[in-house]
């Protein structure tokens, strides 16, 4: 099962008649804007983006109103994470903008197949996961996208990558040693490993956009 990317204690408090159970993720205050600046660019300009390991929802709930009229549906495995996704949706709602999904990539056969198709699938996107979740996450995210993908479908990731077998940065190689003290089947991932993975699926590496804090938005596109 895969671990999802959310690591914190659930902080529920009523609000109004509401119970807030909303999480928070510093780090998506500090990249929404790069991430939005880049998704803008490189996503189809209409149909549906399926968010894979949404974890806190704060991503989905910037995203979606900006990339207005496409449709944005999170998704995560960990429970706790799909209440505080709702919860952040009740408080910021947005037409467009679909309630979490219960999804676990590294099941052998997503059952969501069906119903992504019929609301016009054209991207998904996938951020800081597979850094933090076990190798077979990646090869579930690749074989799931490849096959639910449509011919000039986006699979957008965004996360720390070493490139030629090599990290990019000294923190990126302590982020990785501490990664891996925690689980060892964590780690920061080869971006010629993760796309050669992405190829056998039908997964064809697009565009490699350099971020800030040593990250990077890698794009690819399916062939279908």
């Known amino acids: ?9 659930p902080l529920i408090i009523v609000m109004n008649d509401r119970i807030d159970a909303r999480q928070y993720a ?15 660019e490189v996503l189809p300009s209409t149909g549906t983006v399926l968010e894979i ?15 207005h009229p ?5 998704s995560d495995p960990n429970p ?9 949706q009740q408080f910021f709602p947005s037409e467009n903008l679909h ?33 933090i979740a076990s190798w077979s996450a990646c090869l579930g995210l ?17 996360g720390p990558f070493k490139q030629g077998g090599n990290h990019t940065a000294p923190s990126n190689a302590e982020f990785d040693r501490s990664l891996r003290f925690q689980n060892p089947d964590w780690g920061v991932r080869d971006l010629e490993e993760v796309t050669s993975v992405a190829k056998a ?22 062939s279908g």
């Open 142 to 158: 690749m074989s799931g996208a490849g096959k639910i993908l449509p011919a000039g479908g986006i699979l957008y990731l965004y």
């Open 80 to 88: 706790i994470a799909r209440e505080s996704i709702a919860s952040w």
């Open 201 to 222: 699926e039908g997964l064809s590496l697009l565009k490699v956009f350099p971020m800030s804090a040593n990250n990077l938005s890698v794009v690819f596109q399916a």
């Open 53 to 67: 390991s949404s974890g806190t929802g704060e991503h989905a709930v910037f995203f979606a109103p900006h990339l």
């Open 1 to 9: 099962m895969l671990i999802s990317a959310i690591g914190f204690s």
């Open 99 to 131: 309630s979490p999904l219960d999804l676990d990539v590294t099941d052998s056969a997503w059952s969501l197949d069906r119903n992504l198709l019929e609301r016009s699938l054209q991207a998904i996107v996938n951020i800081n996961m597979i850094h």
């Open 70 to 74: 496409r449709n944005w549906i999170p």
């Open 26 to 40: 510093p780090a998506t205050q500090r990249n929404r804007e790069a991430i939005l600046a880049v998704l803008l």
